[in-house]
Nanobody
Framework: QVQLVVSGGGLVQAGGSLRLSCAAS????????VGWFRQASGTERQYVAA???????YYADSVQGRFTISRDNAENTVTLQMNSLKPEDTGVYYC?????????????????WGQGTQVTVSS
């Protein structure tokens, strides 16, 4: 079992920054891929970024160069640093754990999900 607690959302103006954190319990976290997804109102959940157990980072094209995902296995946390935020980044952000570690951009592959945090970027 893995439990995830997400924190760090909020309201920011376009061009600003926010930092999201995902704190996990469970030793399997260290051997898993951790992903961030977001969901805007009325849309499907969208892949944002993922980091593998070996610390390889992947990003959606829409956030490449603006967002940075990182993990600290000693602290069982994954962080998403979001810079140069745009109004289209608005949504509820979720972190998730994929124990299988294969298709990191597919939300159906993930086994555990955090509760989500609202990110709102005003224009």
């Amino acid at each position: 079992q893995v439990q995830l607690v997400v924190s760090g959302g909020g309201l920011v103006q376009a061009g600003g920054s926010l930092r999201l954190s995902c704190a996990a319990s469970g030793r399997t976290f260290r051997r898993s891929t951790v992903g961030w997804f977001r969901q805007a109102s009325g849309t499907e959940r969208q892949y944002v970024a993922a980091v593998t157990w070996s610390d390889l980072a992947y990003y959606a094209d829409s956030v490449q160069g603006r967002f940075t995902i990182s993990r600290d296995n000693a602290e069982n946390t994954v962080t998403l640093q979001m810079n140069s935020l745009k109004p289209e980044d608005t949504g509820v952000y979720y972190c998730a754990v994929d124990l299988g570690g294969t298709n990191y951009d597919n939300p159906l592959e993930y086994d555990y999900w955090g509760q989500g945090t609202q990110v709102t970027v005003s224009s």
